[in-house]
């Protein structure tokens, strides 16, 4: 095999960098070591439900480039779903405590942006010990960074949050539908394990589990736990290519889905399960009016829970707020176990406290034949899909200047 363009990583990034390469013509493969494609973006269907279990929401979604591909596509776009502010009759959580824990979410945030162009810090230097909002503070940074404030640095967690908005919608046919729609016609092999990446001669050969694949140019598009570790290795070496994936673990976001009988609330209602507790979820009711719940979990608290039981916990925390007599009306239908699933082993890119500068180094293309994408590669829209279809298109573009360069 010989492709002019061979892309490692049928995800999001290397889904955008293949089409974009097939649609100006280029001879390109692209391979993953996964039987499947799309990555973390993987729907399932259960009924008419289309149930996202990796990512789900269309975020900063006028400007999300998915948004565009989705509406020519015909997907069906929802604009008002994201109630994630709201607490379902306020069961467990009163207004007079969602006002005190606003408040104290505008004092932790305020002051973690008075600190913005000091040094580096984890959020966690900005909650006050003696909070009791501590808890769900953490809660929500396991749920937006998949990861606990202390692990979450600040000059990162500012660089995503400065460049987000507030319009997060979502897609009836399920986000990782779109992005696997996105590749039909491009060359895909899945199974193909890219382990080396041999850059000394002019034309670059890859070693793989189907054997050796020379190319001219090469898109690599894998998650940082493959390039921290090793499993993809190159020659010349690469060290700085490896720390900096180092310095940009994945967390962890899961998912358990339950099928309910008889709900009593209106479509994509929400809870908190309990807000004075940092493993606890988010959990939203009837997305699109489906007999079904999706709760949300992050961080350490999604870590524990993947060698426990995320659906018993997910319907524990229902069952104290909504009564009882609900037990026997969930049903488990599935949960995802993101840190174990091979060749992803996470959900999204976290910058180590004082690493935030490690994007610009991962992002970095090598001879103008090597060039890297990935949500951990975006400078600000990191631990999004539409972060991962950026730097793939910017990748494919890198390309094909290269190869217009070559002729």
Known sequence: MSPDVLVIGAGAAGIAAARRLHDAGVDTLLI????????????????????????????????????????????SIATDTARWGEQWRNL?????????FGRA?????????????????????????????????????????????????????????????????????????????????VKVRTGVVATH????AQ????????GTITARLVIVAVPTTVLADERLSFTPALPDKHHAAAALPLGVADKAFLAVDGATWPHDAHLIGNPYRTCTASHRLSPFGWPMVESFFGGDCADQLEDGDAAAFAIDELVALLGSDWRARFTPITTTRWRHEAWIEGSYSHARVGQADQRTVLSQPIDDRL?????????HDFSTAHGARDTGIAAAEAALRALTASR
């Open 32 to 75: 993953d070591a996964r039987e499947r494609i799309g990555g973390r973006a993987h729907t399932v269907h259960h009924g008419d439900a289309a149930l996202d279990l990796g990512c789900g929401w269309l975020h900063s979604a006028r400007r999300n480039s998915w948004t565009d591909v989705a509406r020519a596509a015909g997907f």
């Open 92 to 100: 467990g959580y009163s207004p007079d405590e969602q006002a005190a």
């Open 105 to 185: 979410w505008d004092a932790w945030e305020a002051r973690a942006r008075a600190a913005a162009t000091g040094f580096d810090q984890p959020l966690s230097a900005f909650v006050a010990p003696d909070d009791r909002w501590c808890p769900m503070l953490d809660a929500i940074s396991g749920y937006a960074n998949g990861a606990n404030l202390a692990d979450v640095s600040l000059h990162d967690w500012l660089a995503y949050e400065d460049a987000a908005t507030k319009d997060n919608w979502a897609v009836r046919e399920g986000y990782g539908t779109l992005v696997a729609q996105h590749a039909v016609g």
């Open 197 to 200: 990446i041999d850059h000394t």
């Open 203 to 210: 034309a670059l050969h890859v070693s793989t589990s189907a």
């Open 371 to 379: 060039f890297f994408a990935g949500e951990a590669c975006s400078p």
